[in-house]
């Protein structure tokens, strides 16, 4: 049995140590927010906060991510109003959203090591979360509202 | 029209085969014969000689892809036999394991992942700008390696243990996946360092040097 602590909730679990923590979270858990894309840490959708660290679930063995700090999109904020949260619905950040979480996980632990982050630093940490729509620009710009880098209407799209 | 144009459009086909992502594996065969054991340098009767040919045998290992690919001279870890750039895009940040968000260890795990081919091992990172050995000639990476300004403070004792015993080296030797492996083994790469420092440590002449 090993024991998750997501979103501040311990929760044990009966599965094979080596389950990607994705599986645990959506199959076992119900957590279906995070998503799979690639299952092969290629794509960047599956991505949590392990310790405050942006992690691909979907390669995580749970005996790795056991007695560690789980965070996923249901508890970056209670309320969804996490900056990012709010800045991705005020520019009309997504288009299909699938992608779209992981995109906003990796864009809080940028945030969280760097609360300025230039653009190419923006470019540099979601440089491994892909968005078939193609979304990008507006991510960037999201990103930099959140930050307080530019005023909401100056960058609506 | 005849045997020239149909040549022509044979060199076409041939050229963008040649250029696909998919052949990229093919393009360069990777060093994977056995090491030379220390005693088959033994017929070179002078040490400061013995010492160099010694280390010759040494970088076979370390100009080996699995080893070069992360001791980069630039930022950018590279992948494969044929050392392509990193995909996805990531960069060294300021403590050789990753920007935020793009964390080495984001990915990478303790051990090779046999499902999504992604490699593992402890403690996943590039080696140090100060410890790159892309482009660089076996004299100039064997003068590094012996520096402690630039080997990380090593004494070359600790160079031994670091080849004899570390958990990253040891993956070029288990790269999983179907990867191309480093000459030999960890044990026979250790032994030769071993005879390198044992004969003097001597360096081969540095030409080639840029």
Redesign the interface.
Known sequence: MITLKVNGQEHPVDADPEMPLLWALRDVLGLTGTKYGC????CGAC?VHVDG????S????IR?AAGHAITTIEGLSPAGDHPLQKAWVELAVPQCGFCQVGQIM??A??L???PKPSDE?ID?????N?CRCGTYTRIRAAIRVAAGIDAPAEKAL | MGHASRSLRFLAVAAVAAVLPTNRKAAVAADSAGLSAPAAFAGIADRSARSQALFGEVTRVLLHPRCLNCHPADDTPRQGDSAWRHDPPVARGTDDHGVPAMQCAACHQDRNLTHARVPGAPDWHLAPRSMAWMGRSAGEICAQLKDPQRNGGKTLEQIHRHTAEDALVAWGWEPGAGRTKAPGTQEEFAALVRAWIDTGAVCPPQEGAR
């Open positions: 299952g092969e840490a290629l991505t660290q942006a992690m691909r979907c390669v995580l063995p790795r990796s864009a632990a940028l969280r090591a760097t630093q540099r940490s979601l440089a491994g892909i």
